[in-house]
């Protein structure tokens, strides 16, 4: 496929977002779980998929991890969010029962279709074989839905999700806490509240 | 004194001083907290320590019992002794996840563990109860319930029965009692059980302030939350008719560094432009702790279109018919809830942050769906009249001598302050009462 091409393809549709309703159905493995009664026993400790199956598939939770460290790579401050177990959180996530993960479920495999659809219109491959350049083009379209196409609109929505599922299991780890400098949760005979200096700084003295 | 609430006395109206002896000191505010009390100052908005039940020192296990319990040296013993034993916070550890310790107060760790000392409480847990039942006499002779693990039927008996199952569910059970004695429920012969469901008028707004961005690393923990608060303050103003709604509202607030959770740095795009990347974890570092949230929690006036009647179609899974629900705010919630909003906008903005929407000013809009703030109340309010009430000031139902209600059902009105507190006082008022006709063989 030559650029001019590819750029004709990129300019004339994008990627079209998976039928509403039953993506979710054909995409990942089926939801096993009808219901969910009565919460599980909080003082055990479930291995993962003992309470409901796991969702995504060994290429769908490449493409996760691909994703997620797109949102949090690594720096000088912590790791990557696919180092401190992000990926299996939002399999996790997208299995749970509860109706907010389940609608999050949808979302989530949906969105995974879109990128490999999209990645194949622009580039003729699957989103995770891509090079970073080509990863961070089809990001930066759907990163910001108030500025997204309208017809990248339900891809923006799913970045989204997928960023505050990212950052929701990074910045929950021992390593997320550390990268926000949060020192909290450490056991203090009195608590005697800001340094004097801040607050002085501050104009709250 | 009992369970142990910080908080200072400002003797500020319908905000009553306590007793000596009965607060704890407040611990220190954070610095968002200290930020949001200077500007709402110059908005003329007082912001004070806020009462909340965490110990910030130990109990007076010495002195306190006694005064609880005079002239009883079982109870002052167990009291003391389980005073002793709740230990003064340690400043970490969200408590909506409960306290290990026992610094926080709930009843299950508070009140529990020394009634369970006593020897004279028996906890059966996993029973489903449906029904009062009644004796020849009339009197309650005990409860009907289902065996949650066995699913089998089972009755309690007792003496004197006491309904505290919460606002709705007592009323639940009290209108599935029905006998050919009380066809329409039990102790509902003022057709009023049900009747005056009340929440807590609801509506919030947040906020980022940069003031607040890259602050140097500080515990902020606190006491987890409402070291400060905002007391109702527009007494005047709605005396002289500016406001358009009656009764009012106390503001909760929350900002700081507070221990990082799954909405952290969720939701920001309206701040980063949708940032990911290496620009996406320095936008989470400058703005962790940058937010502030603020609630509004207001006075509903109860009134005839709110209330909760047995569905004649639905059952439980335990075959119990459930509750459905009418709802109906009036002008004056719905004026508070669009008052909150700008209220908090404008707090905000003279922190020199920017609300995360715009203010909604339209009050049926902005106003938490009847039922969501779960400060549920009413449906067997107390009253002077039988015939317009179901208890009288004892928490005793007009109809059953022996029947008492001791959670928030019996509220004939529910103001702006959470209920909790209210619910344990009037309990402890009927507890006195119950006993001390009982030792008269009145009961």
Known sequence: MDRRTT??????????????????????SPLAAHGYGTDPDLLKNYRAGELWPLTLTPAQRRLAG??????????????????????????????????????DRTVVLDGFKWLDAEAGIRFGKQFANLDAGGQAGICDDVCDASRAAPARLDAAHFFALYRDLTAGGFYTTPAGRKDLNYIGNVPLASFEGPPPALLKALGLS | MLSGVYGSNEGLENTPNSPPGCLLPPPSPL???????????????????????????????RGTPARLHPGNETAQRILAEDMRARTACLWATPCGRGCSIRANYQSTTVHLPPALSSGNLDIRTDAMVHEVTLGRDGRASGVNFIDRTSGKQQHAAARVVILAASACETVRILLNSKSARSPQGLANSSGKVGRYLMDTVGSDVSGQVPL????????EDAADGHQLYVPWWLYQEQQAGKLGFARG???EFNGGRRMPGYGTAAGIEWLTGGSYGLKFKQDARRYYGSFVYFDGRGEMIPNENSYCEVDPKVRDKWGIPVLRFHWQWSEHERGQAAHMQRTFVDIIEA??????????????????????????????????????????????????????????????????KNPTLTIMALAWRAADHILERMRRKEL
């Open chain 2, 31 to 61: 610095v968002s907290d200290r930020l949001i009390a200077q500007r709402a100052k110059r908005l003329g908005i007082p912001v004070i320590p806020g009462h909340r039940a965490v110990l910030t020192q130990p109990l007076d296990h």
């Open chain 2, 351 to 416: 922190m020199g942050g920017k609300p995360r929407d715009p203010p909604q000013t339209d009050g049926a809009k902005a106003i938490a769906p009847g039922g969501s703030i779960i400060h549920e109340v009413g449906g067997a309010i107390m009253g002077s009249d039988p015939k317009a009430s179901v208890t009288n000031r004892w928490c005793q139902t007009w109809d059953v001598d022996n029947l008492f209600i001791t959670d928030g059902a019996v509220f004939a009105s529910n103001a702006d």
């Open chain 2, 212 to 219: 607040l961005e890259s602050l140097p690393p500080l515990n």
């Open chain 2, 249 to 251: 509202y106390h503001i």
């Open chain 1, 7 to 28: 750029l004709k393809w990129v300019l004339a549709a994008g990627a079209a977002w998976p039928l509403r309703g039953n993506g979710a159905a054909r995409a990942g």
């Open chain 1, 66 to 103: 691909i994703l997620s460290d797109l949102i949090i790579p690594a720096d000088e401050h912590s790791p990557s969010a696919s180092a401190v177990g992000v990926v299996e959180f939002i399999d996790e996530w997208v299995s749970a029962p509860y109706p907010t993960h389940r609608r």
